[in-house]
């Protein structure tokens, strides 16, 4: 059951006194206004030391620690990216001892705890960020983690921060070519983020107004996304905006063992929107075009609602701190802000649910989902 939050006396006594920070996984906006809500909180309310960890699990490995003092959070609220930097270690999975710290990782780690005095450390990042948090505390080291990804689907969370500000780039990046695939007269196919699941794909084609959307929780038809496109043009509407998940699937594709799936797509030499608009292409004798919009989705400013989240998510992280309720993600539901245990979090993925009212509304908004 995941445990109300709620706020301690300023400056109340803690145990918890030196505690490390960092940031995993690839970066979302808000990481920074999040590093900001720890640090601030923890050091105004409770008089807590914190040190920044550079380059994700890579920097807890290999010993990269620097100290960071109130000087260093000016400014930082609204700038995209991460200070601390980041990476996509995994050091539970490593075979062979690291070349910098001479032992294997997770050892590495805990050595690295002790040496610095750890009394707690706080990891800022997605499902594989928060499953290694989850192993750590395992490990006997004293974990809060903090939901970021611009993909939404961290389970036990109704919100990470990131999905918003990515939601908003898509959005609009969707409404610009809206207004030029009506110029002229084309199908457009646009590429964003999402390759578990499909709440970014959702949310920005029910908002860009996507006459298609193709996510990985549905695997399509390309005939029948096919036949949509052509019932729209004999209604005289002379162009589509086809939103595809960069982890969309096939039918095809679906009835796959995993290794199968792997291998045909490694072996795919373009995005799955070149594929789409390529077969679109060949059954409507349409003109396509392809955008992809990649990291332009998880890069820059983060939106005023991603920094109150981040924000509000870092201030409750630092009376988790004090409270000393370790092993626990950071989560809100229905609009409360929530701890998680961390073992209920690792390994899952939240995906889109069949009967999810933003599903059913688009379904009746006239929406393809190609199945």
């Not at 039918?251 to 063992?257: G, S």
């Amino acid at each position: 059951m995941a445990a109300p939050y709620g706020r301690i006396k300023a400056m109340s006594k803690t145990s918890v006194k030196k505690v490390g920070i960092l940031t995993s996984g690839g970066d979302a906006p808000g990481l920074n206004a999040a590093i900001r809500g720890v640090c601030r909180s923890g050091m105004v309310q409770y008089g807590m030391e914190f040190f920044g960890i550079q380059n994700g699990y890579r920097g807890l490995v290999q010993g990269n620690m620097v100290p960071l003092k109130s000087e260093d959070l000016r400014g930082i609220l609204t700038i995209g990216g991460t200070l601390l930097g980041t990476s996509r270690e995994k050091p539970f999975k490593a075979k062979e001892p690291d070349p910098v710290a001479k032992m294997m990782p997770v050892d590495a780690i805990k050595k690295n705890y002790k040496k610095w005095g750890l009394d707690a450390l706080v990891c800022l990042g997605g499902n594989g960020t928060n499953t290694t948090a989850s192993l750590l505390a395992d490990e006997g080291l004293n974990v809060i983690g903090l939901p970021k990804t611009i993909d939404n689907d961290i389970v036990h969370t109704d919100m990470t921060f990131g999905f918003h500000t990515a939601l908003d780039v898509a959005t609009e990046a969707i409404d610009r070519i809206h207004t030029t695939a009506h110029s002229h007269s084309r199908l457009m196919v646009i590429e964003v983020m999402g390759h578990k699941a499909g709440w970014l794909g959702l949310y920005s084609g029910v908002a860009g107004g996507g006459d298609v959307i193709l996510l990985p929780e549905i695997p399509y038809d390309i005939d029948s996304v096919a036949e949509k496109v052509m019932q729209r043009k004999e209604d005289g509407k002379e162009f589509s905006i086809v939103v595809v998940a960069e982890g969309a699937l096939s039918k095809a594709e679906a009835k796959l063992d995993k290794k199968s799936f792997k291998k045909a797509r490694a072996e795919m030499p373009y995005s799955i929107a070149y594929r789409v608009a390529k077969e679109l292409g060949e059954r409507t004798n349409l003109e396509s075009r392809v955008t992809v919009l990649g990291y332009l989705q998880r890069g820059g400013t983060p939106s005023p609602y991603d920094r109150v989240l981040a924000s509000q998510y870092g201030c409750a992280a630092a009376d988790f701190l004090a409270r000393g309720e370790f092993g626990k993600l950071v989560a809100l539901q229905d609009q409360k802000i929530v701890g998680v245990p961390l073992k209920e979090v690792a390994g899952k993925v939240k995906n889109v649910p069949l009967d999810h009212p933003m599903l059913l509304a688009a379904r009746h908004l006239g929406t393809s989902f190609g199945d």
